[in-house]
């Protein structure tokens, strides 16, 4: 009879099977190395491809920021040819404004002006609506009835000052007028023109010294 020891062969097929102590560290250090590598590769790939991420943002961030300098720039210099022709809208207003109130201040002072009455002097500082008269009368009723006629107008403030009036024959032409109707008086006013959102124009009269015609 035949006996086969299987436990001394199953011993034997163990002790073929199993590694060296040593040679199981080297697989795991070599199993730990190759993982290692890997966690590093796929690390260092993430890290790459957040920082061209971050490069690509900071590229289209850089290229919106020139947009942007380039919007502002036009829009500043839109603000200044804005405020460029505004300035000059505002001179031509003045300018016009300029021109047509004297011409109307003349007009107005010839319709006040009475009979035997007559300016030599018109006197106005720039960009005052002060004016200042002079002229001459026969009588201080001609100089009573041009102030009124010039209140009465709208276009000059009350009340208008009357500076002085003086007795005044020292011209020939005058003296021989004096001889005939009186005195010559120089007379001296003073009188402020309204601005047009100021003025008011009267109803329409008709001058003092023309009302008994």
């Known amino acids: 009879m035949i006996r086969v020891n299987l436990i001394a062969e199953r011993k034997a097929a163990k002790k073929k099977i199993s590694f ?3 040679q ?3 697989v795991g250090c070599v199993a730990i190395l190759v993982v290692g590598g890997l966690a590093v590769g796929w690390r260092y790939w993430a890290l790459n491809h957040d920082a061209a991420r971050v490069a690509a943002d ?3 961030a850089h290229k919106e920021t020139t947009a942007l300098k380039s919007v502002i720039t036009q829009v500043q210099q839109f603000e200044q040819q804005k405020n460029e022709l505004q300035q000059r809208v505002e001179l031509i207003e003045q300018l016009r404004k300029d021109q047509t109130g004297p011409v109307h201040m003349l007009d ?4 006040a002006l009475p009979t035997m009455l007559w300016l ?3 006197k106005q500082a720039p960009g005052s609506p002060e004016v ?5 009368s026969n009588t201080l009723t001609g100089i009573s009835d041009f102030v009124a006629n010039l209140e009465s107008s709208g276009y000059f403030k009350k009340s208008i000052e009357i500076i002085s009036t003086v007795s005044d ?3 020939a032409a005058e003296k021989a007028a004096a001889a005939t109707t009186g005195e010559m008086i120089k007379f001296e006013i003073k009188a ?3 601005t047009a959102s100021d003025a008011k124009p009267a109803a329409a009269s008709v001058p003092t010294a023309q009302r008994g015609n």
Request: hydrophobic share 45%; proline share 4%; charged share 20%.
């Open 169 to 171: 024959t020292s011209l």
């Open 24 to 26: 199981q560290v080297s």
């Open 192 to 194: 402020v023109f309204k």
């Open 58 to 60: 900071i590229a289209k």
């Open 20 to 22: 060296p102590l040593a």
């Open 120 to 122: 030599t002097q018109i």
């Open 132 to 136: 200042v008269i002079d002229g001459r």
């Open 108 to 111: 107005e002072i010839s319709r």
